[in-house]
């Protein structure tokens, strides 16, 4: 039997009592990318950990829900993940895009509202503006993201980078969300926690567990905190990274990466019976 770590935090704590004792309540939430699967130079080689399907499907009987709270496209993330007509997962549901759309497991559909046209305005510049980078585009449809990592310096790309898309990102109404040696161009509005705190209040949890790994996850993060002011415990996990230390500094509970992650599902799952 796999055993639960300790909190750091007495909030924590008391998130992590909260899920315990009600799990019939609790909200299980997971960023996919560097939480559920590891990070890897080519983002469509992304793949969930292998034991990561097992540990939800486990685990998702014993709660009120799960969803997967991603950047990703939702059919992405759905495919990359393998969430589709696995057994148990039936109330799984993947907020993709931060949460502008929605892939529900019951249904297998994905429901999202119209693009943002600056998206397409901004795709039709970037090749000018990266002319002569060796940083490279992956198109998710409803935003874009500038990647670094595989340049000869990552961390000075992604500087130089910074300042120029923001601007181009800006003048078309959108924002950048920066990420581990990613730039991504997506419109506003939406973000990890306005995501969580929605679909927290659908379902009437009475518990969330909150496991992300880069600075996007930081908004479910301060929803989290802004649950626990209004009477609703909650459990922040840090998927460990030396590239991003803001989670780890703020997080009731660090893991080792999606092994660590895919570890503690299991572990809530054996302890909730």
């Not at 529900?104 to 990266?130: C, F, K, M, N, Q």
Request: aromatic letters at 4%; a negative charge.
């Amino acid at each position: 039997m796999s055993t639960l770590p300790t909190s750091a935090t007495k909030a924590g704590q008391y998130g992590l009592d909260a899920l315990l004792a009600q799990p019939g309540k609790a909200l299980i939430a997971l960023d996919f990318d560097g939480t559920l699967a590891p990070i890897v130079a080519d983002p469509e080689q992304a793949r969930a950990h292998p034991q990561a399907l097992g540990a939800l499907a486990a685990l998702a009987p014993k709660v009120a829900a799960i969803a997967v709270i991603t950047g990703r496209p939702a059919d992405v993330a759905v495919r990359n993940g393998g969430f589709a007509n696995v057994p148990g997962l039936g109330h799984l549901v993947v907020l993709g895009h931060y949460g502008a759309e929605r892939w529900d497991a019951r249904s297998g559909e994905v429901t999202a509202p119209a693009p943002h046209p600056g998206v397409d305005a901004v795709r039709a510049e970037l090749p000018g503006l990266l002319e002569g980078s060796d940083a490279w585009v992956e198109d998710k449809g409803r935003a874009v993201a500038v990647h670094t990592r595989r340049a000869a310096d990552p961390q000075a790309a992604f500087e130089a980078l910074r300042e120029p898309l923001t601007a181009l990102a800006t003048r078309h109404g959108l924002i950048v969300e920066p990420g581990r040696m990613v730039l991504e161009l997506r419109p506003p509005g939406m973000d990890k926690g306005v995501a969580l705190i929605d679909h927290a209040r659908e379902i009437g949890a009475g518990s969330v567990l909150y496991a992300g790994d880069d600075l996007g996850d930081l908004p479910a993060y301060a929803a989290v905190d802004t649950l626990r002011t209004t009477g609703t415990p909650g459990l922040l996990v840090c998927s460990g990274s030396d590239e991003v230390t803001e989670l780890r500094e703020r997080a009731d509970v660090v893991v080792d990466g999606p092994e660590g992650v895919v570890d503690l599902l299991t572990a809530l799952a054996d302890r909730m019976g």
